[in-house]
Each structure stands twice: as structure tokens, then as C-alpha cells.
């Protein structure tokens, strides 16, 4: 077997153990408080009522037996039925997911087409005014809670310009025909994409502007902050004083002889950052009613329905540990020097 | 005397300030002032605030719902009826007592595990590595949720809310400590010095306080400050979906930016701004000083002093980190 195979292999088994403390975590955290239906419900039924609904979902049993029957439900991909609408969870997590995806991958766009080409900006002007402006701008973005970029941003395009949407995904009209579409993909792009009114195409968009801007801007302040350290290291090498006594450009010096070297290590804190980016998702959606994961736990929190609550973030957590390896995987595909 | 000065010289932040030049030094001195200023609000609430955090009316009456900034209420009041300005101000108690609780909660038990499952080893060290490792994929929001649901099952009091927001924002922050006290543990326990003082007998216990924890603690002041300032951002972001501390308890941010969402699409703006601002120069105060003392102690990093600054001094100010090699500082890139 060769070596990156064998690397990608060990890679993978480690993620088993991470998933499994990250499952009994959220097991144990959420039933720290006893049950919930109790937790739900508490309020509506009378004890008796409450009692039997308690035994018949099976809560009053030893929970050494309740968490290996749960072991055995999340690895058949079972989360159980919300408590409040009795819905599966893992339907929630499929209706619900694709539009935190498309949030999330929108914001990525954003963070890198501000976040990288600034950085790279910075480290070449450093300690100079523009470098300090360009920090002082990152700091700024890490400083300020992405809900209350959110709020600003809201306030001043939509209620002093009045040019963008304040929330939601689409407009109730274009929500209703894109949802009908046959073979549907939840990802609202897409799906005006393939249904080619521009109308739709320009309300999806004009919808994800704002929100997309707070979470990208938050996450591309860390980026610029990443490449510019890194690529003060590599601008400063030996082989980029080679390069440039050689003629190379200063252009392709900084692109290509700087800039590849440092992808490394960025690439490697993106993927931690997936599980700022997944938080911050969260705090956007519940600030523009974006119907995605993130609102969904949002109201479930609100209701007390703990086993929903379990479900979503049970499974951000996977996919957190699953994105944590893919992106090591890129890395070692860049990196010559990452072999086992 | 000359002692004295000299171990004032090496504290934090003197230390730093001294080494530091041009806009880093600018940028060390703004993070403290904002930060200063947050912990004299802090320490002083009571007696600055025109009014308490959950005042609804005074003498004249009830203050009334959403009421611009005026003579009276100088930003305002909220949906609720509460004064903005006297909440702002009354949020850096709670911001700062949450900072307390949980900073301070995660540095003991964080180092304690590091030293311990550092200098021992073993199977317990691999468990802990790999536990620690697992959390810290973990998103942290989504732990701080878990951990605040188990604690308080939701909204309470002052003091049960503080607990319960330190506490869950400590399960988040126990697994950085950890790691970095164990790797400088791991690194150090190998040291001469260390192995000499086994040599002579000091007991396991007295080796680890004495010889490796207090060579293993350089890094912590930089995560300390960068910690404080997520610890502020989680606090707010749990109040913000409604997992914070109730009103009457404490001002705590940012519930008060989950009550202001209805207002701003009205174009009701000093509800949602100050208690935002207040949340911002709290964190950037603390990020710039933890920026500042991690730029300080990576001579690639520093800043530079001009090529007519003596020589003397910065072969000084070099002391921080010495085993990085001094090749990019001995480069001339400043211009």
C-alpha cells in the first residue's frame, strides 16, 4: 500500500473514536438534566399522563441500557422523533441542511474572495499604514459578533437604503414554487437555475447578500489573519531571495513562490474553522430567519425539545469530525512533506 | 532595588509595552484602554449607571417602551421598557464576573490535567489526548448549548446564570490548556534541569510545581487574553438565542440584542447598537493585547525597529523566544 493511501486509512479510523466521544458527549450533557420529556412537557401534562409517556419512549429505563440503544440508533442514522411535532429528526436534518450548506458555502466565497487577497496585500505592505489598517480591519470583524454585523448590515441596507431584503430565503412566492419543483434540491440557487426565471434567480440572491456578507466577513477577517503570518514567513525564505535574484516578477513571486508554501497551513486551520463557521451559522440564521439547521435548533431550544436538539447537534458534530478529514487529506495532497 | 525593577521589567504587559514600537505598540496601548475602561464600568456600575439594569420607572412614572435617546434616557429604552444606557453599562459586571468564572475555572483544571497527563504519560495521557482532541472539533457554541442546557435547563438567576454561561464556556476552553501545557510539559520534562532535580530526590510533586510548570507557563498570557475575549462572545451568543441570563438578574448583551431584532427592521436603531458596541470594545480591548503579546514573542512577527535603532537593544528585546532562529530578523524587509 502506498504511502498516501495508507496515510488517508489511518486518518480515517481516527475519526471513529472522535465521533464516538463527540455522541456520547451530547449523550451525556443532554441527559444530565433527566428526561426530556419531562424538560418538553413538563408543563402541559399531568404526572400521570407525563409518567407514562415517560415510560413508553423508555426514559424511566437504567441509562447504560438507553446509551447503547442510542449508540446502535445514531449508527443506523436513527435520531429519534422530535418531542414537540413528532417528526424524525434525521428529516429535519435533510430538509434543513441544505440551506445551511448554501449559507455556509456562501459565505465561504465571500470569505475568500476578501480574506486571502487582503492577506496577501498585508503581508506585502507590512508594518506599514495599510498593513495596520488591514489588521485593525481584522481584529474588528473577529470583534464583532456575527449577529450584531448581522443586525447592522440589516439596518442599513434595508431599513436607511432599502435595497436588500431584511429576511428569510426568497420571497413566500418564490419559496412556494421553488419547494414544488420536481427532484428539488433545497439549495435555492440551484433550483432557480434550473427553472430559469431570472425573477426567482435574482430574488434567491438578493436574499443571500446580507447574510452571507456577516458570516463571510467574520470568517474572512481569521483568513486574512492566517495568510498574512504565513506569508510573512514564506516572502521571507531563501528561495523566494533565489527566485527574485533570478528576475522572477514580483507578481509571481508573491502568487505562486510565496503563496503556495503558505496554502498549507491555512488550509489546514479552514478546516477548524468549519466548526466556528457552523456556529456562526447558527447566530446568522436565527438573525435573518434564514430556515436553515441553525433556526430549526434555534426553535427547539425555545421549545425545550432536548431530543431534537440532540439530533442537530449530534450530527453537526459528525460532520464537523468528517470536514476535519477531508481537509487533511487536501492537505497532505498539497503538502509533499505529509506522508505516513 | 535593581532587582526590583528588573523582575517589573519582565512582567506581562510592561514587558511588552517596552519591546513594542511603532503602530504594535499603538495598537498594545488602544487594547488596553478599551479594556481598562470596561473594568472601571465594570467596578464602578452602581455609580455611574443613571438607573438599575431592571428599572422600569422612577419617580416620574414608567419610562415607556422604545423611546428615542433624549435628556432622560440618553440612548433610549427598550422594547421592554429597560433604560439602554444604564444596561449597557451595567453589562460589563456581568461580562467581566463570566470572564472570571470561566477563565479562571479552565486555567486550573486545563493546566492541572496538562502537567499531570504530561509528566506521567501513559494510557490515561493517550485518553486524555484523544478526548481533548474530540472536544476541540467540537463547534463551540454547540457545546456551550449542550453544557448550559445541563447546568441550568435554560434561563435563571443571576449567579446560577453566570455559573451555568462560565461553566459551559470552561468545557470549551479546558482542551486548549490542556494541549498547550502538556506539549511545553512533554517538551521540558526531558531537560537536564528536570532530570538533576530528580537526581537529588525532589519528589514527583515538587518537580512538576517547581521545575516544569513554571518553564511550561510562557504562553499562557496571550491565550488568557484571546479566552477572555471568546468567553464574551460566547456569553453573548448564548443570550442571544435565548440561553442567557433573564433580565431582572443581570444586563447581560446580548439578550438584549435578541429582544432588539423586531426593532431594527422598524428602523429602531439604539436598541441593538450600544449593547452590540459595548460587546465590541470589550472583545477588541482583550484581542488587541492578546494579538500584541503574541506578535511580541515571534520575532518574525515584531516589528522591526529602523536600521538606525541601536543594535543593542533589540539583541535585548530579543530574550522572549530565543530558540527561533534570528534569520528573518536579522533581514532588513521593514522598508
Known amino acids: 500500500m502506498s504511502g498516501l493511501w495508507r496515510y488517508v486509512l489511518v486518518r480515517f479510523l481516527l475519526i471513529i473514536p472522535t465521533v464516538f466521544i463527540l455522541v456520547t458527549m451530547v449523550f451525556i450533557f443532554m441527559r444530565g438534566i433527566g428526561d426530556p420529556i419531562t424538560a418538553a412537557l413538563g408543563g402541559q401534562l399531568t404526572p400521570a399522563q407525563l409518567a407514562e409517556r415517560v415510560h413508553s419512549a423508555g426514559y424511566d429505563r437504567p441509562v447504560l441500557e438507553q446509551y447503547i440503544e442510542y449508540l446502535g440508533q445514531v449508527l443506523r442514522g436513527d435520531f429519534g ?8 429528526v434525521t428529516e429535519v436534518l435533510l430538509h434543513y441542511g441544505t440551506a445551511t450548506l448554501e449559507l455556509v458555502c456562501y459565505s465561504l466565497i465571500v470569505a475568500f474572495l476578501v480574506g486571502i487577497p487582503l492577506g496577501i496585500l498585508a503581508a506585502k505592505v507590512r508594518d506599514r ?14 470583534a464583532t459578533p456575527v449577529f450584531f454585523l448581522g443586525l447592522v448590515l440589516k439596518l442599513i441596507f434595508t431599513v436607511w437604503l432599502g435595497v436588500l431584503p431584511a429576511s428569510g430565503r426568497a420571497n413566500p412566492r418564490t419559496v412556494i414554487a421553488l419547494d414544488r419543483l420536481d427532484g428539488s434540491s433545497g439549495i435555492y440557487l440551484i433550483d432557480a437555475l434550473r427553472v430559469g426565471n431570472p425573477a426567482y434567480l435574482q430574488d434567491v440572491l438578493s436574499h443571500a447578500i446580507l447574510p452571507a456578507a456577516a458570516l463571510g466577513l467574520l470568517t474572512a477577517g481569521i483568513f486574512l489573519r492566517l495568510v498574512r503570518t504565513n506569508m510573512i514567513s514564506t516572502l521571507s525564505t531563501d528561495y523566494v531571495d533565489a527566485a527574485r535574484s533570478r528576475g522572477v516578477g514580483e507578481y509571481r513571486l508573491t502568487t505562486v513562490h510565496a503563496f503556495r508554501p503558505a496554502l498549507v497551513p491555512i488550509i489546514t486551520v479552514i478546516g477548524l474553522q468549519v466548526a466556528l463557521l457552523l456556529g456562526g451559522a447558527i447566530l446568522t440564521e436565527t438573525t435573518f430567519e434564514w430556515n436553515g439547521l441553525g433556526s430549526q435548533l434555534t426553535l427547539y431550544l425555545a421549545k425545550r425539545d432536548f431530543v431534537a436538539v440532540q439530533g442537530i447537534v449530534a450530527l453537526l458534530a459528525v460532520i464537523v469530525a468528517v470536514t476535519n478529514f477531508i481537509v487533511d ?12 | 532595588m535593581r532587582g526590583f525593577l528588573g523582575l517589573l521589567r519582565r512582567l506581562p504587559i510592561i514587558r511588552e509595552l517596552r519591546q513594542a514600537i511603532g503602530w504594535q505598540r499603538g495598537m498594545l496601548i488602544a487594547g488596553l484602554a ?13 455609580l455611574i449607571a443613571p438607573y438599575g439594569f431592571a428599572q422600569l420607572s422612577d419617580a416620574d412614572g414608567n419610562f415607556g417602551s422604545q423611546v428615542p435617546p433624549n435628556s432622560k434616557h440618553l440612548l433610549g429604552t427598550t422594547v421592554g421598557g429597560f433604560d439602554v444606557l444604564s444596561r449597557v453599562l451595567w453589562g460589563a459586571q456581568t461580562a467581566i464576573l463570566v470572564i472570571i468564572v470561566a477563565v479562571l475555572l479552565s486555567i486550573i483544571l486545563g493546566v492541572l490535567l496538562g502537567l499531570v497527563s504530561g509528566y506521567v504519560g501513559g494510557w490515561m495521557d493517550r485518553i486524555l489526548v484523544v478526548i481533548a482532541d474530540a472536544i476541540f472539533a467540537f463547534p463551540t457554541l454547540l457545546l456551550a448549548i449542550v453544557a448550559a442546557i445541563m447546568i441550568s435547563g435554560g434561563q435563571s438567576g443571576l449567579w446560577s446564570g453566570l455559573m451555568a454561561a462560565g461553566i459551559s464556556i470552561t468545557v470549551i476552553f479546558i482542551p486548549q490548556y490542556f494541549r498547550v501545557i502538556r506539549a511545553e510539559v512533554v517538551r521540558i520534562k526531558g531537560e537536564p534541569f528536570v532530570e538533576s532535580a530528580r537526581v537529588i530526590g525532589a519528589s514527583p510533586i515538587r518537580v ?11 504562553t499562557l498570557p496571550v491565550i488568557f487574553t484571546l479566552n477572555a475575549a471568546e468567553a464574551v462572545l460566547t456569553l453573548a451568543a448564548l443570550g442571544f438565542l435565548g440561553f442567557g441570563i433573564e433580565p431582572t438578574a443581570a444586563a447581560e448583551w446580548g439578550y438584549d440584542l435578541n429582544r432588539s ?3 431594527v427592521t422598524t428602523g429602531i436603531w439604539w436598541t441593538s447598537v450600544f449593547p452590540g458596541l459595548a460587546i ?3 472583545v477588541l480591548g482583550l484581542t488587541l493585547i492578546g494579538e500584541s503579546i503574541n506578535d511580541l514573542a515571534d520575532p518574525r512577527l515584531r516589528a522591526r525597529r529602523r536600521a538606525r535603532a541601536t543594535t543593542s537593544s533589540a539583541a535585548a528585546a530579543d530574550g522572549a523566544a530565543p530558540e527561533v532562529p534570528p534569520a528573518s530578523a536579522t533581514k532588513t524587509g521593514v522598508t
Request: charged content about 20%.
Open chain 1, 329 to 340: 487529506l487536501v492537505a497532505a495532497a498539497i503538502d509533499p512533506r505529509v506522508r505516513y
Open chain 1, 129 to 142: 499604514w495599510g498593513d495596520a489598517t488591514l489588521r485593525i480591519f481584522a481584529v474588528l470583524m473577529y
Open chain 1, 81 to 88: 422523533r422530535t418531542l414537540t411535532d413528532n417528526r424524525p
Open chain 2, 34 to 46: 478599551m479594556t481598562g475602561i470596561v473594568v472601571v464600568v465594570a467596578l464602578f456600575a452602581p
Open chain 2, 280 to 282: 465590541v470594545i470589550t
Open chain 2, 208 to 218: 512538576m510545581a517547581v521545575h516544569v510548570l513554571r518553564n511550561s507557563t510562557r
Open chain 2, 261 to 263: 431584532r423586531a426593532d
